[in-house]
């Protein structure tokens, strides 16, 4: 657990939570998991101390859950946001595999290990609470960077110090949803495979669990999306109730986290259009594939054709001629066999190429 | 019939109906529906001598009723909600079977036996009404455990007593959804045969019957979770309509009371999510089994047409040196079967590798 | 056409319209709609002598429409509401038949035939009007039970008398929610007999007509339930309008409107959710009949294969020997024959074996 | 153009724009398209003068374009109305074919022929403007009726003058959408036309472009119909914003004219219903007809596998028996033909009845 | 970049941004993406000086993304709209190619490479900041056209300058829908050249990726086009929310830009009909292809099994006359042969004629 004080271009680790609030600028607990669990009474009675009130026994148990849905809650004290990160799991990258089989075997992989645990917020006036799964990289990407302020020009705002635990939190949320980014390089190139093998090799494709894990992975991701986004909108529809303030720099940084909720909601519209182009365009190659199948199909039946009409006629010539009939015509002639065979080859050739111009037998099966 | 009344700390159980409301806490009244049948006339005596009103008759024709979805209404005095409970009856989990037709009928009769019974609360000010179906487990749990608030910590509040009816109410819908749990993993298991039933031995499936249950089983879910929905949101908006006080004592349970049925609602829209998820899996699952079997008819087609295509040329040449032609060639020459037969062997031979190279043979069928 | 008075306790037929409205209790006039059509004028000009107002053209021309769908509107003076029943038609039940060829006759003309005529009413303050088709039952069974009042306790409230136009217009409105009841009975049956007839006998079944019959039947129900309840959900909407009235009794009335018009409501949606199902139940037994059928043909093309995958080899050799060839091999040898022969049988056995191992051959077809 | 004044009991044709707005009553302006193209400019002018406003440019082009959907769109001055016309072209209904290729020749006409080409219609206080196609029937309609008064009765209120432009502007567009009604008989011809095509010569139906001219026409028509219903929904959104009156005899006229839009709002999502189901039943009957296509394929495999498992085994037998050996038995024994041939007969026959019993040859195919 | 300032009937190129705001009329500030980019701190301090509000960095950045979706934001300075374009690349429609490989390869070229860049809008009380692609040729367009105001007669009002910034934003705004007119006319080319290629030489279509490619495009425009609709509805409904004005001017001013917001929304609702009528018509073609194969495969099926049910009964008879036996019958008469021979002839034209009657063989396959 790590705790800090934001006051304007301020940016401070503390040792433990203060005794009292600071007069000025804002509070930033981030806990892991684990180290929550052990320790919320105290942070309660923290909370107590600066009279920030309580959280609610309920959301306390939401914060320990490490499989609940994206979320927001509120109460008169503080707002909770449980929001989702969709990120690739470390080392899902590190092999490209040579061969088709190898592709398709860590495709199955991926699909089957994508990260997808909960982050907790809870928004105080001046304290941000944060809850954050064992090791994750984000509470110490912000640590870090916050504490530093050296890149240059940042148009989305990283290169100033928040002025609110709302816009410390919506800037956490922004930072989890581009990871996305990351995780959308990896999902189209395993989806590219796949889409190959379904087309390419078409006849032979059988690889079903590894389409039914595709399919599965893309369904939740686009349940995990939906319900950022209910999180976030009603987040936003929280932040129009807030009480009304008269103070100008007041109302100047609401509007400030009400444009920064709204950048956040379209950033997390885009991840779900993205998933959504994916879901239909599998779909879609699924799809394709099968009526290639049949296509397929369809030219093998007209080879099975053809070759039954040609040769069965051609047999009854031959069983015709050797039947033990004493009166046969033509055996005893000397050009007989070869009358039978002309007829045989003449026949052949034209059921051949009467097919072939009916286009029975195509160029392409 | 059961009859408690909670206030505080205390939690006591009285041997009737009191003549007049306690003075501080509340009642809980709770029957079994075959007892709420015969007393319904009693209890309505009691409430109005305790000045609460009355319930609507159509309201206690829905409290008998044993099929009613879930629902909530209002009057004045009282809010009214019907709220179906998921459970696995007892007995499906006993024995695990060892073979998969053993497997495939306890599916079957999982599927078919999935317990939905109603129960109903009446919410009044200070007294709740409950109605059970015949040998409810979830009144002797209640009735149990609120008795001893035994347990350790638990973030979920029931250590601690409800300190009012729509609380009590609340507590016990919850416990409701989490029922569902254990249906979760009867259900996961029970279409995870079905699943490799249709992937594994695909071609051989026909339990239709089967799968029809599953399919509909999953659809009545999703419907009962709907309604279990609809009843807990038209709840929570009926709270945002409830008067408003200017104790602050009041407020404060009010908004408790409002986060923990948001948390309800939560918990059956991850029901609802499971159940969705287990249908759209179902779907894909019925789906790639017949992707495989179209699939496999292809690769028979594929066969026979390859078979037909080496052994009628064969054929053909064995009965062209089968006729009765006097001046059939080769046929008196020593070697002239060895050279018909060398001739037979190289195009079979042949016909086969350009097949295979064609990958009309796969080695996968 | 039939007149009454009901006020109170009391329910009194009058042989005409009054000349003036009685001081307390409303009247209920009620037309068939052919009566309806010769008498509106008369009507219209009691309307005016009351001081009810006057019923609008459009909705007069509504009232005499034998095919409006249900439909609710309003005026300042009155609602209309258009609603239409649902029913099996007389007859239908008979003769229950033998063998399935008539059970399936039985069945189309079931679908064919249901009774969907619609049921007018104007609700004014004080009168309620209902225009009914010819030979309607409802009314007769309204007429006969609201002045017996002999049954025993009915927690549905027919026990007592409407105390107002609304109230009485809504039991009838249940009442013939309620007649669906019949219906389902019937619709389940005939279902029934259908979908065994796609499941059993199932790869002769050519009943198209019936299926396209039964289908576009269950979607005209769909949205005759959908129609039901925009038009009762409207109602209940309008109710919420009417002008609020500071009198208790009157205010107890309204609510106990409210709660009657909400249960209808949850009526009729019991009777969509119950026509969606089967709607969804018969396409999924039609998915599964074709799918039962893509799996027989399936097992047709494997035994087709395999037919020809042992006789075409034994056929060559036959053909082999049967060629006239003076050096055949074998053919003058005592044993020849019977080592072709064994030679002949190994071959088709070790070829049917090789297919039932690899599940060409299965016990099921 | 036309230009009529109608005011209480009078309906007057006058030869041009009168100078001045008449002191009661209002006016109906009509122009064909192009009339109104070149005569805009002129109507504008007596618009301002009229003290009426003018009409936005933008409205102008609206009501010059011919291919614009249903549309409502509003100013304070005056409501503007596109309503797209559905009707027959006259012609299309003449020479009922004889023969089936002749009605499905009808049929493709039928569909790709629809008029839908749109009404204009802008609503001032005292002025009527319509802007219709060239020939339109509709205006020739009105302005026919409306100056004869001679019907009798007539629920519908065309019996009496309108009182106001909003009123004659709700029956013009009733009667546009009445119209329906006689495209509504030719689509259901021509789509029974179609679906018995599809169903009873089934197995050679290829009339695809057909098809796909009807579901394009079926959707067309619905779209047509969902635009028309928005337009009018919006019309009514806009009536229920009009400035509020105190005069009774205003209030009331209002209220007629809310119930009349109700009434066209109505009407035209009957005709919605309506194509949805011509839409929905299309589609079953091609999904009927492809089923029934897969059981006559299913049927045509089993005949071909029943004669192949047929003939093998007795081509086999005379194979064996056409072998060269010497030593091949029964050959010349006396009876041995006749063993044999009993032989083949016996086998014949056994699996002949054999796959009869199996139903593989069904007496329906 | 170039800067314009417009006030009543002048239209004036600036060299620079002016030091001070003109006191009437309002300016035109457009950027290139690349020129916004270098200069964005300049017109930020501009519009500081001009007392204009800031723009914020989260809209700097999203006037700077290249592949932003449409969208709409605001605060309570400027709104901001970004708004993609739909255009035809140039070059695509040069050359129409002659044979059908050309074309397809064309339909190819033109699905993958339809122009979507955004163009941003920020619209300041007396400023309107634009920001096109490089190259864009609305700038130019507008630049040139609003100086000449050449054209005579223009219903769609730009043959008068625009009163205000939005104005101007909704006209170029209204261009960019328009200038989907152009991709229209190619979207319909390429899709009935795909069409026609499915339809007619409908056994032999193999080009999956082309099909792919079209549904990705259909699906990416309708996205585009939902995307777009979202953005201006919005706009729409905070027009509504701007501050009332009780000059009448201003407000026939805001009523005007409610009509012509309106009508842009009205176009893109055009395109998006348009859009999703080609989707269903693509789908619908696929559909009729793969229907019109089956077709096929079920003649080629009936094709096979007529030839094998006339053959090997023939081969049968041959079969028979060929065996070794003495006693063989037939074969020693004189006329044995052409009995047997008649008799084959008899039963092959027997078979024949019987499967002829049957329609197993049609004329159309
Ligand atoms: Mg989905
Ligand atoms: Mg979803
Ligand atoms: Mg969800
Ligand atoms: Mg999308
Ligand atoms: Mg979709
Ligand atoms: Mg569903
Ligand atoms: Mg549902
Ligand atoms: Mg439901
Ligand atoms: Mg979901
Ligand atoms: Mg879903
Ligand atoms: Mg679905
Ligand atoms: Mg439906
Ligand atoms: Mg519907
Ligand atoms: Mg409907
Ligand atoms: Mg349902
Ligand atoms: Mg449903
Ligand atoms: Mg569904
Ligand atoms: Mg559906
Ligand atoms: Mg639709
Ligand atoms: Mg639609
Ligand atoms: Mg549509
Ligand atoms: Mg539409
Ligand atoms: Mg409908
Ligand atoms: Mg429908
Ligand atoms: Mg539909
Ligand atoms: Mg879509
Ligand atoms: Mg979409
Ligand atoms: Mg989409
Ligand atoms: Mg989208
Ligand atoms: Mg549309
Ligand atoms: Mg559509």
Known sequence: MRFFHIQGERFIELAQLPADLPAAGFLWASYERGEFDQHYGEFQQHLQRWDCGQLVDLHTADLLNKQLPSNFDYTS?????????????????????????????????????????????????????????????????????????????????????????????????????????????????????????????????????????????????????????????????????????????????????????????????????????????????????FSALGHRTNAIMRTLTVLTAIFLPLNLITGIFGMNFDGLPLIHKAAGFWIAFGLMLTLGLGLGLYFWRKRYLGTRH
């Not at 909960?118 to 110490?140: I, K, M």
């Not at 959308?184 to 032979?204: C, D, F, I, P």
């Not at 720099?249 to 609401?254: E, F, G, H, L, P």
Request: negative net charge; proline residues 5%; hydrophobic residues 45%.
């Open 77 to 289: 004290w503080y707002d909770l946001l449980i929001f989702t990160r969709l990120a690739a799991l470390p080392g899902l990258e590190e092999r490209p595999a040579d061969d088709e089989a190898g592709r398709l075997a860590a495709a199955q992989a991926a699909f089957a290990a994508i990260e997808t645990s909960p982050l907790g917020f809870a928004v105080f006036d001046h304290v941000l609470l944060t809850v954050h799964p064992e090791g994750c990289p984000v509470r110490e990407f912000f640590a870090g960077k916050l504490g530093q302020l050296t890149e240059g020009r940042d148009l989305r705002g990283s290169a100033r110090l928040p002025t609110s635990p709302a816009e410390l939190m919506l800037r956490m949320v922004n930072h989890l949803v581009d990871s996305y980014l990351e995780l959308r390089r990896l999902l189209t190139r395993h989806l590219g495979t796949l889409q190959r093998a379904l087309m390419e090799g078409n006849s032979h494709f059988d690889n079903w669990p590894l389409l039914l894990t595709a399919r599965d992975t893309l369904h939740r991701l686009e349940e995990i999306s939906e319900d950022q986004r209910s999180a976030v909108q009603e987040w936003i529809d929280a932040l129009d109730e807030w009480p009304v303030s008269i103070d100008p720099a007041v109302q100047r940084d609401r509007e400030l986290l009400r444009v920064r909720s709204r950048d956040v909601l379209e950033h997390i519209e885009r991840v779900l259009t993205h998933v959504r182009r994916l879901e239909s365009s599998s779909e879609a190659a699924v799809q394709m594939h």
